[in-house]
């Protein structure tokens, strides 16, 4: 009973912030004590994999999430990606919307849980064997091989594609994300000013590309005075990122110390403002790399900027955000972008001008 609940063990020493930690969970109604008994298995999930590949799968034990995470980790696979995909056949299967052809089962590729090799696993939430023998199943798979999983390999969004081509029901609108990259743990529609940081983020939805100091309540609310704190974030974090310090740090990191560390490294006198403002210049060369990408595919800047319909439209069902959607509306929404791209000095469609 004298040891925490949580041990610290896999940190990056010497670091004082020390956030890694592995569970000493309560198995069976005991409590763990000693080594944590999943040790050979992971450390303790980050929270995006908590999220994503737990309660986003139906999962309430840790331990579940573990082998979700333990899987990923050996595949090469993205949690967050991951959990979107396998979350989203669930709901498309619960739905009846999949594919007659490929059927609501798979074969199990290994015996895992209840499971023996080969048996039928249903596509369905709060399955903690599910998520580790799926993702086996989509590494043996083949791209585009007429299969679920062939079809699954290009992640939700494309997966999402195929199935509403195939069967005309609408599965793209069950899907979250903005430029393809899926959503992460943090519901737009749950917090004010957090879906124009997933709309302007260059990669997309990332929750890793910008940050308020203070809780902003909910989006019933306009975020259209967050917008010069968010591009201010948004370029603090590219120093962040360009100077490779950890997210977790920077945080405990004043601006000045990080300029001083700049300066002690390179020779260059730069102050926080000069380094933001270079951050700026690489925001915009991102943004003008994207509009290139995008004007080569017929698209238009301000359209791909836009979240999934089901973030834009569809209200919380629950909870103390229930009724929100992403912005009050169509025409906030409207009114944020466009400010933001005015502060940014983008033009109406939101392209920037890039000196050479
Ligand atoms: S806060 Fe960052 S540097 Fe410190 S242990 Fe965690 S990941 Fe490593």
Not at 52 to 61: A, E, I, K, P, R
Not at 245 to 272: N, R, V
Request: negative net charge; glycine residues 10%.
């Amino acid at each position: 009973d004298e040891h925490p609940d949580a041990k610290q063990s896999g940190c990056c020493a010497p670091c004082p912030i020390a956030c890694e930690a592995a569970d000493r969970p309560t198995v069976d109604g005991v409590r763990t004590k000693g080594r944590p008994v999943h040790l050979n298995r992971v450390e303790r999930p980050e929270y995006e994999t908590l999220a994503m590949m737990g309660s986003n799968l139906g999962l309430t034990s840790s331990l579940d999430v573990m082998d979700g995470n333990d899987a990923c980790n050996r595949l090469g696979l993205d949690t967050i990606s991951s959990g979107a995909a396998l979350s989203l056949v669930c709901e498309l299967a619960e739905r009846g919307w999949l594919p007659e052809a490929w059927g609501t089962t798979f074969a199990a590729p290994f015996a895992f849980g209840p499971y023996a090799e080969g048996d039928a696993v249903t596509w369905r939430f709060g399955d903690p064997a599910l998520p580790p023998l799926a993702l086996a199943a989509l590494c043996r798979a083949q791209p585009g091989d007429g299969s679920l999983f062939g079809a699954l390999h290009g992640g939700a969004v494309a997966f999402a594609e195929v199935v509403e081509s195939l069967t005309g029901h609408p599965a793209t609108r069950c899907t979250a994300h903005c430029k393809g990259l899926d959503l992460p743990a943090w519901d737009p529609r749950g917090k004010r000013g957090n879906a124009l940081a997933y709309m302007t983020a260059n990669v997309g939805a990332s929750h890793m590309r910008a940050g308020y100091k203070a809780p902003t309540g909910l989006p019933k609310d306009s975020a259209l005075d967050l917008v010069p704190e968010l591009i201010e974030s948004q370029n603090a974090i590219v120093v962040r990122d360009s100077l490779i310090l950890c997210a977790f740090a920077k945080g405990a990191s004043p601006d000045d110390m990080l300029a001083e560390a700049w300066t002690a490294i390179t020779g260059d006198e730069a102050s926080w403002a000069d380094l933001c403002a270079r951050a700026g210049v690489q925001w915009d060369l991102a943004r003008a790399w994207n509009v290139a990408h995008w004007r080569a595919l017929g698209r238009d800047a301000a359209n791909e900027d836009l979240l999934s319909w089901r973030l834009r439209k569809e209200p919380l069902p629950s909870g103390v955000a229930k009724g929100c959607v992403s912005f009050q509306d169509d025409d906030d929404e409207a009114a944020c972008l466009s400010a933001y791209y005015r502060l940014r000095g983008w033009d109406a469609s939101g392209r920037p001008e890039v000196k050479a």
